[in-house]
């Protein structure tokens, strides 16, 4: 009933910039929290940045150079992700805390996209 679709991910040297977006779709009523988390191999899965009412929140590794964003009127949210370091790579997924048309709430996530960022 609800599904979060993202894009953007690819392959980039350090150094370099990309920017991920994931939009939200289906049967929501309103959406609380949108974020993105990412796994590396061999990692637990760790939260980026993460976008509620008034307030935003980053990953220490990850400030001053990432900046997440949202379009309401769209259900997307954005990661601008600049000066990428090889750290940085992993598999992206994008989270949505969204109260459906039905009431219910729960977490929902996308289905992953790959950020390569090669020395």
């Known amino acids: 009933q609800v599904q979060l679709v993202e894009s953007g991910g690819g392959l980039v040297q350090a150094g370099e910039s990309l920017r991920l977006s994931c939009a939200a779709s289906?049967?929501?009523?309103?959406?609380?929290?949108m974020g993105w988390y990412r796994q590396a191999p061999g990692k637990q899965r760790e939260l980026v940045a993460i976008s509620n009412v008034g307030s935003t929140n980053y990953a220490d590794s990850v400030k001053g150079r990432f900046t997440i964003s949202r379009d309401n009127a769209k259900n997307t949210v954005y990661l601008q992700m600049n000066s990428l370091k090889p750290e940085d790579t992993a598999v992206y997924y994008c989270?949505?805390?969204?109260?459906?048309?039905?009431?219910?709430?729960?977490?929902?996530w996308g289905q992953g996209t790959q950020v390569t960022v090669s020395s």
């Open positions: 289906g049967s929501i009523f309103s959406i609380n929290a």
């Open positions: 989270y949505g805390n969204i109260i459906r048309r039905d009431a219910i709430r729960r977490d929902y």
